[in-house]
């Protein structure tokens, strides 16, 4: 039988906390307020680039050199007008900005999308976490990006699973990245994620609405990291996933993230660390969020593949509908390439 569960964090709770890392972290609970990528004031409308914005014609090649044109020149901003753009992988550049017009809406194309790429290190993980080319947008070795507005939806060619030829399985997915910002973007329908990002710093993701997807948001190995004012509904999996994998044939650390003012429900995990840990995980802090719903846990912390779990901050949360408030697991998984991988320690403190 399900069990419904209210109630409140009101003060701190932390997971393994050090001396040291205590003192980092006295005020944990304060916006960090990361830079925003800022650009030149050159625009580039993706309709004198040829895009249609009908919602049958595939627009990607148009996109593409939009955003070709403009990172060429310098950076700035792309522009979509009103209307329904149907794409497939479109390639995110460095010093591009793209704005989406309130009615503008850029959707998934069956059929469109590149194939995944070729991964020595896809053993370590699933296959979704393996590879980002398969993304309606992505990218890599990025710096200064932002996504601001509209509607972003897999359409019918993104799926969760893995993806048939032709098409996707995730939303946004970029590898490596620095100054980053997603805002006021409404996603109607996800896939096995919304957002992948690996080896990510400098990340804003603020106002965006997510109403279906598996996972919403993994951070996989990212620092710097501020989540504010999003509303995550109709998620299978995970919402706010923290996690470090071996995608990028390294261990990758995480630090400094800060998740607040948000609304999620989960088909899983609310709050979730793991299940991939092959990096360490230091002052992760959560305030004033509500769960409506989490058929597993309102708060999953997992360490499975060797990573420790250091200075976890969590206030005033509110959970319903949880299965149970709070889920706790050590395993020894180490599903990792490190040569140094071992089982993490297996003390944990709360207060």
């Known amino acids: ?106 959707f998934g194309q069956v059929g469109a999308f590149e194939q995944p790429e070729p991964n020595p290190f896809d053993k370590y993980q699933d296959f979704g976490h393996s590879h980002f080319h398969d993304a309606l947008m992505w990218g890599e070795n990025l710096e200064n990006v932002t996504i601001i507005g509209g509607k972003i939806n897999g359409g019918p060619a993104i799926g969760h699973g893995d993806p048939k030829p032709g098409n996707g399985d995730k939303l946004i997915s970029i590898r490596v990245g620095r100054n980053l910002d997603f805002e006021n973007i409404t996603h109607e329908k996800g896939g096995h994620f919304c957002y992948l990002l690996n080896d990510c710093e400098n990340l804003i993701i603020a106002n965006v609405v997510i109403k279906e997807s598996r996972d919403a948001v993994d951070l996989m190995g990212c620092r710097n990291v501020q989540i504010h004012d999003c509303h995550f509904t109709g998620c299978g999996d995970d919402t706010i996933g923290v996690k470090s994998d071996y995608a990028l044939g390294r261990k990758i650390n995480s630090a400094n993230i800060y998740v607040w003012d948000s609304y ?7 709050l979730q660390f793991g299940s991939e840990t092959a990096g360490d995980f230091r002052n992760v802090n959560f305030w004033n969020i509500r769960i409506g719903r989490a058929m597993k846990a309102g708060i999953g912390i997992t360490c499975n593949d060797g990573g420790v779990i250091d200075g976890v901050n969590y206030s005033n949360l509110v959970v319903k509908g949880a299965a149970s408030p709070i889920y706790m697991l050590i395993t020894d998984r180490l ?17």
């Open 335 to 351: 599903r990792s390439g490190d040569p140094d991988k071992k089982r993490a320690p297996s003390k944990m403190s709360t207060s």
């Open 1 to 106: 039988m399900k069990k419904s569960h209210a109630f409140a964090f009101l003060l701190l709770a932390s997971l393994m906390v050090s001396q040291g890392q205590a003192a980092q972290t006295a005020s944990p609970f304060t916006p960090p307020n990361f830079p925003i990528p800022k650009f030149s004031t050159k625009t580039y409308n993706v309709k004198d680039f040829g895009a249609t914005g009908g919602g049958e014609t595939n627009d990607t090649s148009a996109i593409n050199q939009a955003i070709e044109k403009c990172n060429a020149d310098g950076g700035g901003t792309v522009t979509f007008p009103a209307g329904r753009y149907a794409a497939g992988s479109i390639h995110l550049k460095s010093n591009v900005r793209l704005l989406l017009d309130t009615n503008a809406v850029i």
């Open 264 to 270: 999620f429900e989960s088909g899983c995990n609310g």
